[in-house]
T-cell receptor, first 116, second 113 residues
């Protein structure tokens, strides 16, 4: 099976712009989670989508949003970019087991976003 | 609320020696525990998980972890370290009552030749 793919791999934007990142999960995986990774804050959970619905959300401002399509592909959008948004954005897909728990997460290579 | 702690920011081990990367957790309900590894400029890779059953879990690349319920720990171990094991290691936890997964801050493992 193909792994999780993320596009683009690298992105440079300026403050105030907006950006959309894309994630294609492993075939059959219906849960997609997004994380922000920075040297200072580590790995921080953004949100999780399951069956086109946001199931969980981390503590990020409303500038960060996402969605999931019927084929489980997901996008995240960041509006009004700030310098502090520079980070590696990771997407992970997983199966959802009986009871609704998320099983092992498989990560994509990430999108490196630089905000100038 | 559930949480996971990796008390060491960095661990240094000589090549060939055994290594341990520590992880403790706090949850309500039964824990589901995971270890991931991240190499430079790469996404996280799954190493192993504990859901139920045998307390000693074996995973990829010769790693194993022991679930200790009384100490609420899930330390990652390997009998003989390789230089190629140098990476960032993350412990994560979820439960049978909460579908969120929480990651620790990560431990950087340096294997010295």
């Amino acid at each position: 099976k193909a792994g999780v793919t993320q596009t683009p791999r690298y992105l440079i934007k300026t403050r105030g712009q907006q950006v959309t990142l894309s994630c294609s999960p492993i075939s059959g995986h219906r849960s997609v989670s997004w994380y922000q990774q920075t040297p200072g804050q580590g790995l921080q959970f953004l949100f999780e989508y399951f069956s086109e619905t946001q199931r969980n959300k981390g503590n990020f401002p409303g500038r960060f949003s996402g969605r999931q399509f019927s084929n489980s592909r997901s996008e995240m959008n960041v509006s009004t970019l700030e310098l502090g948004d520079s980070a590696l954005y990771l997407c992970a897909s997983s199966l959802v087991v009986a009871g609704g728990n998320t099983d092992t997460q498989y990560f994509g290579p990430g999108t490196r976003l630089t905000v100038l | 609320a559930q949480s996971v702690a990796q008390p060491e920011d960095q661990v240094n081990v000589a090549e060939g020696n055994p290594l341990t990367v520590k992880c403790t957790y706090s949850v309500s309900g039964n824990p589901y525990l995971f270890w991931y590894v991240q190499y430079p400029n790469r996404g996280l890779q799954f190493l192993l998980k504990y859901i139920t059953g045998d307390n000693l879990v074996k995973g990829s690349y010769g790693f194993e972890a022991e679930f200790n319920k009384s100490q609420t720990s899930f330390h990652l171990k390997k009998p003989s370290a390789l230089v190629s094991d140098s990476a960032l290691y993350f412990c994560a936890v979820s439960t049978n009552r909460d579908d969120k997964i929480i990651f620790g801050k990560g431990t950087r493992l340096h294997i010295l030749p």
